[in-house]
Nanobody, 119 residues
Framework: QVQLVESGGGLVQAGGSLRLSCAASRTIFSPNVMSWYRQAPGKQRELVAA???????NYADSVKGRFTISTGPAKNTLYLQLNSLKPEDTAVYYC?????????????WGQGTQVTVSS
């Protein structure tokens, strides 16, 4: 099992920045996918950014050029740098980790952190 704990959310004005962190209780085995999702009120949860085995990063079109996903040196902390924030970025942001063991994917979710962007 892996516990994921997000932090770093808050209230920020449009155009501002935040850095979200996701601390894992242990390093997630490779191959893995570490990702950030978000869910706005009344909307489905959507993928924001994903990092594949600490290498390739993919982003939703709505955040490309503004958000950056990365890991810390110990690989057990995932970050999401949010720049040039817009009111439509307001959502609960969730960290997700997926590792493959025995050929099967195992998913882990954090509890979420609220990001609110005021206009």
């Amino acid at each position: 099992q892996v516990q994921l704990v997000e932090s770093g959310g808050g209230l920020v004005q449009a155009g501002g920045s935040l850095r979200l962190s996701c601390a894992a209780s242990r390093t997630i085995f490779s191959p893995n996918v570490m990702s950030w999702y978000r869910q706005a009120p009344g909307k489905q949860r959507e993928l924001v950014a994903a990092l594949i085995s600490g290498g390739t990063a993919n982003y939703a079109d709505s955040v490309k050029g503004r958000f950056t996903i990365s890991t810390g040196p110990a690989k057990n902390t995932l970050y999401l740098q949010l720049n040039s924030l817009k009111p439509e970025d307001t959502a609960v942001y969730y960290c997700k980790g997926t590792e493959w063991r025995g050929g099967l994917p195992h998913d882990y979710w954090g509890q979420g952190t609220q990001v609110t962007v005021s206009s």
